[in-house]
């Protein structure tokens, strides 16, 4: 995304590389909660602030948990230059692959056995943009890069198997009932409604492996600010491994 002065690059946070961002990473996840209304998160100040460096060096070192930071910089750079010399300017948390049943995620579908394809689940979560950037179409843009990196990502996990149709399905999730504007730009953009959960059963049904980081309680939220139901939204993309084409 080109601005008059600069550009937003999405780069994702290197595991390799942890030890030199996670500070930066810690600073700007706390200072978004600290900016955002309650209810904006699913986690508060509180319970994050709380929490250990190891606590929060575990968690992104898990290897199915992939950050992608949003960079405002002034001149084209290495990832690992924009990281440190750019501005950030939001987040997103992917997870994937997940583990998940795919009857306790849609009770009513029925998965046709004779399909020769292998089917993964990544989850989309705790996006953040900064105020000033927002309005910008941002996030159809980056919604389009997380796309290519799970492209790329199925590509490496699946490529020495051969031949093989791999389906991602994509999940995020909204405060529910949907807000109309959402609604619409959810349906605008392709994502389709799935079901109504409550909060617990949301972190049952995608978090057991993966606990998130506000999973212990705290005097501020009880664990999490928002403890209503949520709307979970889908999307999907078949990739051709043998081919590296996709739907």
């Known amino acids: 995304m080109?601005?008059?002065?600069?550009?937003?690059?999405?780069?994702?946070?290197?595991?390799?590389?942890?030890?030199?961002?996670?500070?930066?990473?810690?600073?700007?996840?706390?200072?978004?909660?600290?900016?955002?209304?309650?209810?904006?998160?699913?986690?508060?100040?509180?319970?994050?602030?709380?929490?250990?460096?190891?606590?929060?060096?575990?968690?992104?070192?898990?290897?199915?948990?992939?950050?992608?930071?949003?960079?405002?910089?002034?001149?084209?750079?290495s990832d690992q230059q924009t990281l440190s010399n750019g501005r950030w300017i939001g987040l997103v948390h992917l997870q994937g692959p997940l583990a998940?049943?795919?009857?306790?995620?849609?009770?009513?579908?029925?998965?046709?056995?004779?399909?020769?394809?292998?089917?993964?689940?990544?989850?989309?979560?705790?996006?953040?943009?900064?105020?000033?950037?927002?309005?910008?179409?941002?996030?159809?843009?980056?919604?389009?890069?997380?796309f290519q990196y799970i492209r790329e990502q199925v590509v490496r996990m699946f490529g020495s198997q051969g031949p093989v149709w791999v389906r991602c399905r994509i999940l995020r999730t909204t405060v529910s009932p949907v807000p109309p504007d959402v609604e619409k730009s959810n349906a605008r953009t392709g994502w389709r409604q799935l079901r109504e959960v409550t909060h617990d059963e949301f972190l049952d049904l995608l978090m057991k492996e993966h606990a998130p980081l506000n999973q212990n309680s705290c005097s501020s939220c009880g664990g999490s600010s928002y403890k209503g139901k949520r709307m979970i939204y889908q999307k999907v993309m078949d990739v051709n491994v043998g081919s590296i084409a996709h739907l």
Do not use: M
Request: net charge neutral.
């Open 100 to 146: 998940i049943d795919p009857h306790k995620l849609s009770p009513n579908r029925i998965v046709d056995q004779s399909q020769k394809q292998v089917e993964i689940y990544w989850l989309l979560s705790r996006a953040y943009l900064d105020r000033d950037f927002r309005g910008y179409r941002i996030a159809p843009e980056k919604i389009d890069f997380i």
């Open 2 to 77: 080109s601005f008059v002065t600069g550009k937003v690059q999405y780069v994702p946070l290197p595991h390799a590389y942890l030890d030199g961002w996670l500070q930066t990473y810690i600073d700007f996840r706390l200072s978004a909660l600290k900016k955002e209304p309650p209810g904006t998160f699913t986690a508060c100040y509180d319970c994050e602030s709380g929490a250990s460096r190891e606590r929060w060096k575990t968690i992104l070192n898990d290897k199915a948990f992939h950050p992608i930071i949003d960079v405002y910089h002034t001149t084209i750079n």
